[in-house]
C-alpha cells in the first residue's frame, strides 16, 4: 500500500528555514501529482503548495508564496518543501499528500493518500 512519511519539522526562529521531505513507498511515484497541506491548532487543514507528477508545474498558496519552494526528485520518490523567511503564523502540521493523477490540485478532497505529519513550530 502507498506510504508517506515525512521528515523535517522542527522548532525555529522567525525569519529563519526548514526544509520538509516526503519520501513515498507503494506505487509509481513518478507517476502522481504532490501536494503540501498544513493545519495550525483550532483551524482546518489548508492548501501550502503543489507540484505535478513531472515537477514541471507548481502551484502554491497566496501566504506562501515567494518564501516556500515545493519540488520532488523522482528518483529518490521524494517530495520537499522549503521553507524560507518562515513566521510564526506557519506554526502547524504539515502534511504531504498524493493524488491518483498528473496535474496539480489545491482542493484536499482530490488527494488519496496522506502522511502521518511533521510539526513545525515558528518562535517569534
Known amino acids: 500500500q502507498v506510504q508517506l512519511v515525512e521528515s523535517g519539522g522542527g522548532l525555529v526562529q522567525a525569519g529563519g528555514s526548514l526544509r520538509l521531505s516526503c519520501a513515498a513507498s507503494?506505487?509509481?511515484?513518478?507517476?502522481?501529482?504532490m501536494g503540501w497541506f498544513r493545519q495550525a491548532p483550532g483551524k482546518d487543514r489548508e492548501f501550502v503548495a503543489s507540484?505535478?507528477?513531472?515537477?514541471?508545474?507548481?502551484n502554491y498558496a497566496d501566504s506562501v508564496k515567494g518564501r516556500f519552494t515545493i519540488s520532488r526528485d523522482n528518483a529518490k520518490n521524494t517530495v520537499y518543501l522549503q521553507m524560507n523567511s518562515l513566521k510564526p503564523e506557519d506554526t502547524a502540521v504539515y502534511y504531504c499528500a498524493q493524488r491518483s493523477r498528473m496535474v496539480v490540485s489545491t482542493n484536499e478532497g482530490e488527494y488519496d493518500y496522506w502522511g502521518q505529519g511533521t510539526q513545525v513550530t515558528v518562535s517569534s
Open positions: 507503494g506505487r509509481t511515484f513518478s507517476s502522481y501529482a
Open positions: 507540484i505535478s507528477s513531472s515537477g514541471g508545474n507548481r
